[in-house]
């Protein structure tokens, strides 16, 4: 079974995910372990950033329009359709229950889902969960870039640390070469 960080996220309506060599990295990422190469880091960062901003909530409208859009979908499609007045008070409580969750679970075909995954109008808890799932990839994406990009990042600051130190014990040592001297 692949590793849900390495299944397709769809962000803007595009497939977006690590390329081979970030793959890879990310399968056998350890923190603390094997220092990661150095080339894999700035599609890191770059994508980390797009799903920091997928993972942010859609904006009120957006969200309204959305879950409005859902609910008459998945209203004409089951057994047991909400007529017009519990269908608003659904909605209502479906805004209220969505507000948080981040803006790519609405990417792609979220109704077309939706239909095949309920017989009856879903409760807003089970709605909720649905909507959740569709965003797990993208979190334990972002979660292990996040990870991978903290070990580069400890590691950068601990090279630095010694070098500041080093170069600091043969400031108060004049006249000793350092190791890298001796070398060349």
């Avoid at 923190?31 to 190469?37: I, T």
């Avoid at 799932?133 to 630095?160: E, F, K, N, T, Y």
């Amino acid at each position: 079974m692949e590793a849900s960080f390495l299944q397709p996220v769809w962000l803007g309506g595009q497939a977006c995910g690590p390329g081979p060599d970030l793959a890879r990295e990310l399968a056998c990422f350890r923190p603390g372990g094997f220092a990661p190469p150095d080339s894999i880091v700035p599609e890191a960062r770059a994508l980390l950033a797009r799903l920091d901003h997928a993972l942010r909530p859609l904006p009120e409208a957006t969200l309204r329009a959305h879950l409005r859009d859902l609910a008459e979908i998945v209203n004409a499609g089951v057994a047991n359709p909400l007529p017009g007045a519990a269908l608003e008070v659904r909605c209502a409580a479906l805004w209220l229950a969505c507000a948080p969750l981040p803006a790519l679970v609405w990417e792609g075909a979220v109704g077309r889902e939706a239909l095949r995954q309920f017989r009856f109008f879903p409760s807003v808890a089970e709605l909720v969960a649905f909507l959740q799932v569709r965003s797990a990839p993208a979190r334990c994406l972002a979660a292990r870039l996040g990870l991978l990009l903290a070990d580069v990042d400890r590691r950068a600051r601990a090279r630095q640390r010694h070098a500041l130190r080093e170069a600091a014990w043969h400031d108060a040592r004049p006249g000793l070469s350092s190791n890298h001297e001796n070398r060349e």
